[in-house]
């Protein structure tokens, strides 16, 4: 539930402190929407105040789409009714009926649009048994030529996250490609104190969307480096190709090297890593928790 514009956010370090809450914790958020202005991305998002243990929302649920010719068109539902309807210049009245759009399948709520190469893109809030355990959403998405329909439906791209509701902001910043969502993965959070969070989105090469690969502590789908297999084009002869499972590593494999630090009050964190005396190094993953 929320609204307004939608588009991206800038590409995080390629070693990033995992996202398990919020991009921000000095207030629980939701619901984002994302623009992008010339190289500045603005991320909008609804504000979660329920006290702890509360049980309610007070939230609208609203997504506006400007299309290449200035056209704007005006998207909203909740509970499986999703509406359409272009507005006029003076973006307070509609323009034409009032429509259902059809081919979207078991949407819920939180529709998002954005357009790429020629594509209409639609992404909503879905919370069928196909895609959630009962009383959570997924997101799925459907494609049309046409930004009023008729959309086919094309899978889900985000599955359920630590909050019953889920929903999408997609959008492009400086060439990639962001899924912006929340959930209840932040200190203190739950399903009525959210925070929205970001991690890439990549498509296939006939426009499909790939599915979201979560990051950041609970989210992550297990350490994938433990049966990972390494490659690279080349290897000098003084340097050694290896991976977590061959034993090129200075601790144990699916187990991280702990370091407690003293308390900071930041934004931004550096990580430098260097090598004993003969010996060279590398990271695979690092993670800050706060």
Known sequence: MGGGPRRGTPAPP??????????????????????????TL???????????GGTNFVMRDWHVFTD???QVYLYWGSYYGLRAARLNADMTSINGPVITPSGVSNFWEAPGMFKRD??????YAANDAACSAP????????????PMGPWTHRGVVLDQVSSTTNHPAIIEFKGQW?????????????????????????????????KVVRTGGPLTPGNLAASAT????????????????????????????????????????????TSRTGYSTGVLEWRAFS
């Open 42 to 52: 603005y991320l909008y998002t609804g504000h979660d105040v329920a006290p702890t």
């Open 178 to 210: 962001y899924m912006v969502y929340h959930n209840a993965s932040s200190p203190g959070g739950g399903d009525f104190r959210r925070s929205v969070t970001i991690d890439r989105l990549s498509f296939n090469a006939d426009g499909t969307m790939r």
């Open 118 to 123: 020629g594509v209409y893109y639609l992404a």
């Open 68 to 70: 290449d010719d200035g």
């Open 230 to 273: 390494p490659s690279t084009s080349y290897v000098s002869p003084w340097e050694t190709l290896g991976a977590i499972n061959d034993g090129h590593t200075g601790v144990a494999g699916d187990t991280f090297n702990p370091i407690t630090f003293s308390p900071v009050s930041t934004t931004r964190l550096r990580l430098n890593i």
């Open 14 to 39: 390629r070693h990033r402190a995992a996202r398990t809450g919020g991009i921000t914790t000095a207030i629980y958020t939701a619901d984002p929407a994302a623009l992008v202005v010339g190289d």
């Open 135 to 146: 009383g959570y959403a997924c997101v799925r998405y459907a494609t049309a030529s046409d």
